[in-house]
């Protein structure tokens, strides 16, 4: 072996997976099983008392779902992962390991339609309360802190529109503030942006969407960087304070580095329980494997669509970071250098009524509620993801009236743009 470091293409296909030592098998197995049978009762013991690794049961870790950790943990740059049923799942699990009740956080307000309703609705059943900033304005985080506040929850290539977000600027704040910062990479995945190197603490995907890719399985995966110090000033008892629940060990004190991953498995998924199946690992891992190949054609057609519709008459105006005239160049170019992703919003000049007539007149671009697949994929999202927010929220969040997004696939470029030419002559 040389001593050179793999380079992401060659994690993408080969971190944490090895041939399974008992029949050879060279893809990683499917370990379909509840659970596993302990040495002796010495052996249970200790994996209930955390003072050995090992499987006990699928709700809490699985030999399948262990090689998705690793591998994507890898590619972001982190010390240990936890895969989870769903990427909002993900988002539970993570701030229950930091907010009590009563508790804030920042949250900036250009997201996912389900995040801006789960931090809205769920989370204030909790007692969770978010407190939105704006991430085109930085100061709007640093007006946002207070005593309460427990993390900052941002989007690296943020819904709808494909903007770019300042993560560390953002960092800056965080820092100063004391907390975490969260960053959500799904629209990005780590081909185009690892926000570890930019100052985030803890990362979260939907590995339903670019990582998974192929729009086939449900995921979450959380990704710790083991940057943060949770022992200061009480303010994360669940990380810094003697758990009951494991013969009173400090989960930060014992596990350092990686004290937050282990946290979100032993405290959030055992007791919360959004477990993975083994099978959608198996289906996620697959997929992880081309997605540097994947993601680069994404980038290359949305680009390519994105300058035909920069161009067409009836468009009023595209929003795609990488076009060089538009608002988020500069953070792109910094941020993303290799592409500013798949996914973004144009507006009609037809307004509402046009976006409806639009997405139903298109044929290779599937109408749905998802990004991130092989396929290109269409919706409005003012009558759908984002129709729960009033007129002036929609527009602060990029979803007007007149919006339509694209998740742009890996087909022939020419066909997508034969597609949108037909769709809108029509
Ligand atoms: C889809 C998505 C989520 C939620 O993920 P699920 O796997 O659907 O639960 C969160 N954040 C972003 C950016 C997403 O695209």
């Given at each position: 072996m040389s001593d050179r470091l793999p380079g992401f293409s060659t994690l993408a296909v080969h971190a944490g997976a090895q041939p399974d030592p008992t029949t050879g098998a060279r893809a990683t197995p499917i370990y379909q099983t509840t659970s596993f049978v302990f040495n002796d009762a010495d052996h249970a013991a200790s994996l209930f008392g955390l003072q050995a690794f090992g499987n006990i049961y699928t709700r809490i870790g699985n030999p399948t779902n262990a090689v998705l950790e690793e591998r994507v943990a890898a590619l972001e740059g982190g010390t240990a992962a936890l895969a989870v049923a769903s990427g909002h799942a993900a988002q539970v699990v993570v701030l229950q390991q930091l907010l009590q009740p009563g508790d804030e956080f920042i949250a900036a307000r250009k997201l996912y339609g389900g995040s801006i309703n789960q931090f809205t609705h769920a989370f204030k059943s909790f007692g969770w309360n978010v407190v939105w900033a704006d991430p085109d304005d930085i100061s709007s985080f640093e007006r946002a802190v207070t005593p309460r506040t427990k993390a900052i929850f941002i989007e690296s290539i943020a819904n709808p529109a494909g903007s770019i977000t300042d993560i560390e600027a953002i960092s800056t704040v965080a820092r100063k503030a004391g907390v975490p910062l969260i960053v959500d990479n799904t629209l990005a995945?780590?081909?185009?942006?690892?926000?570890?190197?930019?100052?985030?603490?803890?990362?979260?995907?939907?590995?339903?969407?670019?990582?998974?890719?192929?729009?086939?399985?449900?995921?979450?995966?959380?990704?710790?960087?083991?940057?943060?110090?949770?022992?200061?000033?009480?303010?994360?008892?669940?990380?810094?304070?003697?758990?009951?629940?494991?013969?009173?060990?400090?989960?930060?004190?014992?596990?350092?580095?990686?004290?937050?991953?282990?946290?979100c498995r032993v405290l959030g998924l055992r007791d919360l329980g959004p477990a993975l199946s083994p099978f959608n690992a198996f289906m996620i891992l697959t997929g992880i494997e081309t997605l540097p190949l994947r993601m680069q054609r994404h980038c290359d057609n949305a680009k390519a669509v994105a300058e035909y519709l920069a161009g067409h008459p009836a468009v009023a105006s595209v929003s795609y970071a990488g076009l060089p005239n538009d608002k988020y160049n500069q953070l792109a170019r910094k941020y993303a250098p290799k592409g500013a992703g798949a996914v973004f919003t144009f507006s009609l000049k037809g307004g509402y009524d046009a976006g409806v007539s639009l997405v139903s007149k298109l044929q290779l671009?599937?109408?749905?509620?998802?990004?991130?697949?092989?396929?290109?994929?269409?919706i409005h999202p003012a009558s759908t993801t984002h129709s729960q927010l009033d007129d002036a929220a929609k527009v602060k969040s990029g979803a007007g009236p007149d919006v339509v997004r694209l998740s742009v696939g890996i087909e022939d470029k020419e066909d997508l743009i034969a597609d949108l030419e037909q769709a809108l002559s029509a």
């Open positions: 995945s780590p081909y185009l942006i690892r926000p570890i190197d930019h100052g985030a603490d803890i990362v979260v995907h939907s590995l339903t969407k670019f990582l998974g890719g192929h729009g086939n399985s449900l995921g979450g995966i959380i990704v710790d960087a083991g940057t943060f110090d949770w022992s200061t000033g009480g303010k994360y008892p669940m990380l810094s304070e003697p758990r009951p629940e494991y013969h009173g060990i400090r989960l930060q004190e014992t596990f350092g580095n990686f004290a937050f991953a282990i946290a671009f599937s109408h749905l509620a998802n990004v991130g697949d092989t396929r290109s994929l269409v």
